[in-house]
């Protein structure tokens, strides 16, 4: 089992940069696969961005490619989402995510996680 603790959202002007972390507990860290979702004002929680345990191998959902970066720091129990030219479309909840699947699986489903931090929300006024 792992604990998740999200944190560096705000309220941030269109075309700005955030970073968010997401602090794991736990000597396992390095096994879990990450991902990153995000729910917006009166809609369903969606894919952003998942990397896996090894490797290193990342995916994003369309509208973030080239904008988002995730990253893991094992030494830190971190993972991090890097976004850039950020607009009012981005404005959401962000919660992240463990999954114990295979170590070198970049999982993009919510079912695929067992594990999830508590949100931090993100405002991108325009």
């Known amino acids: 089992q792992v604990q998740l603790v999200e944190s560096g959202g705000g309220l941030v002007q269109a075309g700005g940069s955030l970073r968010l972390s997401c602090a794991a507990s736990?000597?396992?860290?390095?096994?879990?696969?990450m991902g990153w979702f995000r729910q917006p004002p009166g809609k369903e929680r969606e894919f952003v961005a998942a990397?896996?345990?090894?490797?290193?191998?990342?995916r994003y959902e369309d509208s973030v490619k080239g904008r988002f970066t995730v990253s893991r720091d094992n030494a830190k129990n971190t993972v991090y989402l890097q976004m850039n030219s950020l607009n009012a479309e981005d404005t959401a909840v962000y919660y992240c995510?463990?999954?114990?699947?295979?170590?070198?699986?970049?999982?993009?489903?919510?079912?695929?996680?067992?594990?999830w931090g508590q949100g931090t929300q993100v405002t991108v006024s325009s």
């Open positions: 995510a463990a999954s114990s699947r295979a170590p070198w699986e970049v999982v993009i489903t919510a079912s695929g996680y067992k594990n």
């Open positions: 736990g000597r396992t860290f390095s096994s879990y696969s």
């Open positions: 990397i896996a345990a090894i490797a290193g191998n990342t």
